[in-house]
């Protein structure tokens, strides 16, 4: 099914701003764990935070080839 540009362009946005939404709630959760207590929970989160961030970043930049 072909997609046209404005439609992608509208899908990468949403894409961008929910996984960036989902970035932030996953790093305020790691800072409110007890390093000491919880490290390999702590640890983890921060993981999927950085994977998270590296997903908007990929996600933006095909965002910028899709507009042009």
Known sequence: ???S????VAELS???EAVNG???RIGQL???F???ESEDIVSAIYE?????EIA?????????????
């Open 5 to 8: 540009p404005a439609s992608a």
């Open 22 to 24: 989902y970035r932030r």
């Open 1 to 3: 099914m072909p997609v």
């Open 30 to 32: 790691a800072a409110g």
């Open 34 to 36: 007890d390093r000491g």
């Open 48 to 52: 999927a935070e950085r994977s998270l």
């Open 56 to 68: 908007e970043r990929t996600v933006r930049r095909a965002l910028r080839l899709a507009a042009g």
């Open 14 to 16: 949403a894409t961008a």
